[in-house]
């Protein structure tokens, strides 16, 4: 009895222990910038999915759903100073690749709606915007800090990143034209 | 005229109970609300979002909102990982269930463990049993001498 009693305790013990290791490793694996890092070597890791509000009223938008079109997806939020340089850039280059199977995407993320909404109206963006105020896709993309722009290929790849403000048109471009060289 | 000084009495409590919540103070929510980036107290984050928070509650405390309320309207913005103390419901309630649980699991193996020792030792000390085997007259003897010289 008294065996079978330690036997029960240790078995219940490799199990707690088993079960907090996998949290561990599921919190890793949230965490993890499985895409950064895979781009980092050379890679083309598939640009995680997501369904978010679009900031526009328009209901939601799905990643999935831009599949066949090379989509510039920029992560920003109303209170960062450098998205406020760029995003008159991105949407001068909206201006250009629009109606070339491109399209631009922005995620504004840990932000409020209202703020993200008169952001978008001050810039007159006019390219799609989705609000992620939890910031559930930030670990997902490996984003480490704001703004940060990913190119995505029309099989839905990441081609390409751009870490912190994108510079000028021609650095855009570049991002824009890796995306849609063949892979 | 006594249950008239009774029902004032019982509303000012009402109204004093209910203050807490009607006016809470921008420092106390400050310390229950995390930044969303720096994931540090609002109270001790100067990062951008944390500022623009900051403004938020100073807003809707002037406004006239209750603590609640304003937990509510951050929480619908940013997730409820924004408080500080995790909600008592959902999967946020492990937080508060597991160490509970550990703490019982301990004490009952605590409990487990001393009681098994407490039962081996009381078998150690137990004194010898009186329906053993007899003495052996000359050692009994001798013991009997022994302790005669040690009486007064």
């Known amino acids: 009895m008294t065996q079978r009693l330690r036997l029960a305790g240790q078995v219940a013990a490799v199990l707690v222990v088993a079960a907090l290791l996998g949290l561990l490793g599921w919190k890793l694996m949230q965490d993890e910038s499985a895409v950064t890092s895979e781009l980092d070597q050379g890679g083309s890791p598939a640009a995680p999915a997501f369904t978010l509000e ?11 759903s831009l599949r066949g079109k090379t989509v510039v997806l920029n992560f920003w939020a109303s209170w960062c100073g450098p ?40 810039y007159g963006v006019t390219y799609a915007n989705v609000y992620d105020g939890k ?3 930030v670990g997902r993309y490996g984003v480490t800090g704001f703004p940060e722009t990913y190119f995505v290929d029309a099989s839905g790849k990441v081609r390409y990143r751009i870490a912190g403000p994108v510079e000028d048109a021609a650095e855009l471009d570049a991002g824009i034209k890796r995306a849609l060289a063949p892979a | 005229m006594r249950a008239a ?52 509650i100073r807003e809707r405390i002037a406004a006239g909102d209750t603590k609640s309320e304003i937990k509510a309207a951050l929480v619908d913005q940013f997730g409820p990982s924004v408080l500080a103390v995790p909600p008592k419901k959902g999967f946020e309630l492990i937080a508060w269930v597991l160490p509970l649980a550990g703490l019982a699991v301990g004490l009952v193996v605590v409990g487990l463990l001393a009681w098994r020792w407490s039962h081996t030792r ?29 009486e007064p």
């Open chain 1, 83 to 122: 998205c406020k340089d760029e995003t008159p850039l991105l949407q001068e280059g909206w201006k250009r690749w629009q109606g070339k199977d491109v399209v631009f995407v922005g995620i504004d993320v840990k932000d409020f709606r209202g703020d993200a909404k008169d952001f978008l109206a001050r």
């Open chain 1, 135 to 137: 910031g559930s896709t």
């Open chain 1, 54 to 64: 679009r900031l526009d009223g328009k209901g939601e938008l799905a990643l999935a």
């Open chain 2, 5 to 56: 000084a009774l029902a004032l009495i019982a509303l000012a409590l009402a109204a004093s109970a209910g203050a807490g919540e009607q006016r809470p103070t921008a420092a106390e929510l400050e310390s229950e609300l995390v930044c969303p980036v720096c994931e540090t107290t609002l109270d001790t984050s100067n990062a951008p979002v944390a500022l623009r928070m900051k403004a938020f």
């Open chain 2, 122 to 150: 009381r078998g150690d000390d137990e004194p010898p049993d009186d329906r053993g085997e007899p003495l052996d007259p000359a050692l009994e003897r001798r013991l009997d001498d022994e302790l005669a010289r040690f």
